[in-house]
Nanobody, 129 residues
Framework: QVQLVESGGGLVQAGGSLRLSCAAS????????MGWFRQVPGKDREFVAA????????YYRDSVKGRFTVSRDNAKNTVYLQMNSLKPEDTAVYYC??????????????????????WGQGTQVTVSS
């Protein structure tokens, strides 16, 4: 069982920055692939970024490349999403997710929300223009 708690969301002006954190409980964090997703009302949850268990593999959706950075600290059981140069279209509820399953975490796997069995409650990010 993995429990995830996001924090760090809020209201920021366009061009500003936020850092989201996701604190995980459970002994499987260090072997889990971790993902960040976001959702706006009326739309499907979409992939934002993901990081492999070792941290050596990272993936991003095209619209956030160069602006967002995903990282993790396995000693603290925490994954981060640093968001710079924020745009109004980044406004959404952001969720972190964990996949502790022992398998090869390909790009196709880590970018698909259905592949993650554990989810946090979400944190709201609002970017004003």
């Amino acid at each position: 069982q993995v429990q995830l708690v996001e924090s760090g969301g809020g209201l920021v002006q366009a061009g500003g920055s936020l850092r989201l954190s996701c604190a995980a409980s459970g002994r499987t964090f260090s072997s889990s692939a971790m993902g960040w997703f976001r959702q706006v009302p009326g739309k499907d949850r979409e992939f934002v970024a993901a990081i492999s268990w070792s941290g050596r593999g990272t993936y991003y959706r095209d619209s956030v490349k160069g602006r967002f950075t995903v990282s993790r600290d396995n000693a603290k059981n925490t994954v981060y999403l640093q968001m710079n140069s924020l745009k109004p279209e980044d406004t959404a509820v952001y969720y972190c997710a964990a996949d502790p399953n022992q398998r090869i975490h390909t790009k196709e796997v880590v970018t698909t929300p259905q592949e993650y069995p554990y989810w946090g409650q979400g944190t709201q990010v609002t970017v004003s223009s």
